[in-house]
Every structure is written in C-alpha cells, then in structure tokens.
C-alpha cells in the first residue's frame, strides 16, 4: 500500500506560480512512477504528468508542457508539481497517483493508477 498526501493548492492570478506537493509513505518505492491528474468541473479527470522514481524520468501531458515540471526530492518521499505561468483553463482539482511497474513505460490512463491522494483545489483566476 502507498499512502498520498497532496499540499499546496490555491487561488492565484493568470500568469501566475503554484507548487503542489504530494507526500508518499508506505511500501517500498522500487519501481513507483507517480503522477498528477486533473479534474475540472463538468469535465473526465486528465493526466497531467509522471515521474519515475527511480530515474526521474519525466513525461507531460502536451497542455502543460513548457509551463509545469514534476519532480521529485531527494530525501524526502515527496514529489513536486511547480505549476507556472498558469492560466484560466489550468483551474481544477489536482490529484496525486502513483503506481508500481518494473519497465520504463509511463502509464497516462486514470484507471492504470493504483494509489491516488484527496486532490487538492487549484483555482487560476482571469
């Protein structure tokens, strides 16, 4: 079991900067790949990005590429999202997930995530 923990939603402007956190406990973190989906009213939750924990490699849904960067520390279980020149249709609940897998193929599907945090609120106004 993986427990996860999201922090650091908000209301900015457009144009503006966020940096979500997600806090990762219980088994061991070989082979975790954690992500961050979105959910915006009325609309499917969608990826946004995955990290691989082992390498940190990285991937991004085309809508925020450019503008966001998953990471992750480098003593602390907790993996970042810094969210930056965010704009209107960047407004949604962001959910942290992760999932275990021994190959290095990224997995951008809701249901292929096994673990998933509360989500936290991130509201970009215009």
């Known amino acids: 079991q993986v427990q996860l923990v999201e922090s650091g939603g908000g209301l900015v402007q457009a144009g503006g900067s966020l940096r979500l956190s997600c806090a990762a406990s219980g088994r061991t973190f070989s082979g975790l790949y954690m992500g961050w989906f979105r959910q915006a009213p009325g609309k499917e939750r969608e990826f946004v990005a995955a990290i691989r924990w082992s390498v940190r490699s990285t991937k991004y849904a085309d809508s925020v590429k450019g503008r966001f960067t998953i990471s992750r520390a480098n003593t602390q279980n907790t993996v970042y999202l810094q969210m930056n020149s965010l704009k209107p249709e960047d407004t949604a609940v962001y959910y942290c997930?992760?999932?275990?897998?021994?190959?290095?193929?990224?997995?951008?599907?809701?249901?292929?995530?096994?673990?998933w945090g509360q989500g936290t609120q991130v509201t970009v106004s215009s």
């Open positions: 997930a992760a999932y275990f897998e021994y190959t290095s193929q990224f997995r951008i599907k809701e249901e292929e995530y096994h673990y």
